[in-house]
């Protein structure tokens, strides 16, 4: 079954470490996107990619970089310039042309934790 | 600005009684609507989604949720919890250009009583 897979599904960061979250999909869809979850404040978009080596900042790309060399899969990286990465990290995917009228598919998510 | 407002942060029912979750958007443009389900730990699943047609949409696991345009509104219903409903609830709305800057409500958590 096709459906996106995101690891760790924990992950430990110390103070001024970089660390890479891994979103891998096998749904042949062209958009990739990434959200941090918080408590209370819903979904916010950190980047989102409508195509194979391209990606556009969100609402919160800063301390974040990602990269889209392959269509199926979309690694975000948290930089030490992220002063509050403590989150659940959501991948998700939608096909580029019906994005709007059909919303997205997530993956499992990712929890990180700053130790 | 484009918005949406979910009310209730948390809401109890009991186990065989009705629900309605409630959500309201801001968007100037047509709204695509979706309903997204998360339980505890793990990722969202679409419930159902309104985008033109029938203003009263079905989706899955019983749930139905009715678009109001006057009154800009999405509000999801299911005439009888289960106790496997508990999760939290994102209404949300398709926006930027093609939908890709999807904006979502802050949620509401359901909680069951037996």
């Known amino acids: 079954d096709g459906g996106i897979t995101q690891s760790p599904k924990y992950l430990f960061r110390k103070e001024g470490q970089n660390v890479t979250l891994s979103c891998e999909q096998n749904l042949n869809h062209d958009a990739m996107y990434w959200y941090r979850q918080d408590p209370g404040q819903g979904l916010r978009l950190i980047y989102y990619s409508q195509i194979v080596n391209d990606f556009q900042k969100g609402d919160i790309a800063e301390g974040y970089s990602v990269s889209r060399e392959k269509k199926e899969s979309f690694p975000l990286t948290v930089t030490s310039a992220q002063k509050n990465p403590t989150a659940f990290y959501l991948c998700a995917s939608s096909i580029a042309s019906s994005t709007r009228r059909d919303g997205y598919t997530f993956g499992s998510g990712t929890r990180l934790t700053v130790v | 600005a484009q918005s949406v407002t979910q009310p209730d942060i948390h809401i109890t029912v009991s186990e065989g009684a009705s629900l309605e979750l409630r959500c309201n958007y801001s968007?100037?443009?047509?709204?695509?609507l979706f309903w997204y389900v998360q339980s505890p730990g793990q990722g969202l699943q679409l419930l159902l989604k309104?985008?033109?047609?029938?203003?009263l949409v079905q989706g899955i696991k019983g749930f139905e949720a009715e678009f109001k345009r006057s009154q800009s509104s999405f509000n999801l219903r299911k005439p009888s919890v289960h106790w496997s409903d508990a999760a939290e609830y994102f209404c949300?709305?398709?926006?930027?250009?093609?939908?890709?800057?999807?904006?979502f409500g802050a949620g509401t958590r359901l909680f069951v009583k037996a």
């Open positions: 309104y985008f033109s047609g029938d203003t």
């Open positions: 949300a709305v398709g926006a930027g250009t093609g939908g890709f800057k999807t904006i």
């Open positions: 968007y100037g443009a047509t709204p695509y």
